[in-house]
């Protein structure tokens, strides 16, 4: 069975500066998804940025973007002139990539960062 | 933001009483998830739903219990509530995912208490 590791239960950085949140994951697998999502306080969880398996480009979303190193199974987010609103919970999640038989399609989620931004 | 909404975001309820926790869609999404998370740690999937009239346990042993009457309504029940129960509880649903990602949208929660 797949797992998610995330080693960081707390995380802080100033506003504007960069910040890095590390997820290991562990699977047999060639194809999958992996996901990082934001919970902010008592607000939805929300996907911050997704990167397929298969493309070795790392995924960006404006001052989000991830470091995917496959062989090493790590999938860190890096978030760049951290703001006020970045303050959140932030998951890291697994899927298998289609195929595969549906009950293995579930979303496999780390442990959780809490990242607070300081003034 | 996603539509799928939570009925109750709270509800505190005595031990014994049956309660069903409401979930619904306008995405027109086939699969649903239903999580439990404890303040400030991770989900775990107690149910999930690959379409009407389909559903599974998930990796975590419940006591709750879900039906798929509707393609976009997936209410989750307690038959008799106990104070084990009390977290949150997150819904999920994802587009069709065989041949694509599958990102899964979720709900505000409900934060359920039990005394």
């Known amino acids: 069975a797949q797992t998610v590791t995330q080693s960081q239960p707390e995380m802080s950085v100033q506003e504007a500066e960069t910040v890095t949140l590390s997820c290991t994951y562990d699977?047999?697998?060639?194809?999958?998804?992996l996901f990082w999502y934001k919970q902010p306080p008592s607000r939805q969880m929300i996907l911050v940025i997704r990167?397929?398996?298969?493309?070795?480009q790392n995924a960006t979303e404006n001052r989000f973007s991830v470091n995917f190193q496959k062989a090493a199974k790590s999938f860190s987010l890096k978030i760049s002139d951290s703001q006020l609103g970045d303050a959140a919970m932030y998951f890291c999640?697994?899927?298998?990539?289609?195929?595969?038989?549906?009950?293995?399609?579930?979303?496999?989620f780390g442990q959780g960062t809490r990242l607070t931004i300081n003034p | 933001e996603a539509d799928i909404y939570q009925t109750p975001r709270y509800l505190v309820i005595g031990t014994g009483k049956k309660i069903t926790l409401e979930c619904s869609q306008t995405?027109?999404?086939?699969?649903m998830y239903w999580y439990q998370q404890d303040p400030g740690m991770e989900l775990h999937l107690i149910h999930y739903?690959?379409?009407?009239?389909?559903?599974e346990k998930g990796d975590l042993s419940s006591e709750s219990t879900v039906s798929r009457i509707r393609t976009e309504h997936f209410p989750l029940t307690l038959e008799s509530a106990r104070p084990s129960h009390t977290s949150q509880y997150l819904c999920?649903?994802?587009?069709?995912?065989?041949?694509?990602?599958?990102?899964?949208?979720f709900g505000p929660g409900t934060r359920l208490t039990v005394t």
């Open positions: 739903s690959y379409g009407v009239n389909s559903t």
């Open positions: 995405m027109g999404h086939d699969k």
């Open positions: 999640a697994y899927r298998s990539a289609p195929g595969k038989i549906q009950g293995a399609q579930k979303l496999v």
């Open positions: 990167q397929e398996a298969y493309k070795q």
């Open positions: 999920a649903s994802s587009e069709y995912f065989e041949a694509g990602p599958g990102e899964q949208y």
């Open positions: 699977t047999s697998e060639s194809d999958y998804y």
